[in-house]
């Protein structure tokens, strides 16, 4: 069955850069499109971007530019979501989905949290 | 791209019906038949309810219906029941991204 696993939870003191994997399995993971989603505590979802999974190239929605980075490394069917330059306010849980359709996310990781604190 | 417009509460009694509104513009809502639901119980991951508007995935149960008009969708949940209780969003494709609802709690009285 499909499976996305995330890293798990990190603490971080602010400037710092944080990584978080997302192990997929069960699935051509070439085949479909990840995305990224941040619920800051006791916040709503907030869409992050995407990663095209067969040609690498990443979309990042308007307030992740720059400090966010998506990445891929094909041969272990894992996504990443690197963050620099932490602050308080990425303090959230970041979730990976797989894109099965047409923005519509079938499969989700367990979530990390990211905690940013000194 | 603002968030989607989704009321922050909603309530019901076990067996009633309940009908969770999401409002957004003719350039994702209404622009597009790309509008998915998704149920939220605390500290789990979100779980796909409804996608393009009226489709229920596989293992999803009936009583999880979903439409839309003009620029506002809908998420119908009929014979409310105690696992119910959770948050709900929405989300539009907008031609270039994903748009999520500010979210909806759910409450089974």
Redesign the interface.
Known sequence: QVQLVQSGSELKQPGASVTVSCKTSGYTFTNYAM?W?RQAPGQ????M??INTNTGNP?Y??GFKGRFVFSLDTSVSTAYLQISSLTGEDTAVY?C?RD???????S????TLVTVSS | QSALAQPASVSGSPGQSITISCTGTSSDVGGYNHVSWYQQHPAKAPKLMIYDVTNRPSGVSNRFSGSKSGNTASLTISGLQAEDEADYYCTSYTGSATVFGGGTKLTVL
């Not at chain 1, 099965?100 to 079938?106: E, P, S, T």
């Not at chain 1, 989700?108 to 979530?111: A, E, S, Y």
């Open positions: 995305n989603v709503g979802l907030e869409w971007g995407w979309s929605a308007q979730y989905a099965w359709l047409r923005a519509v996310f079938d989700w990781g367990q979530g």
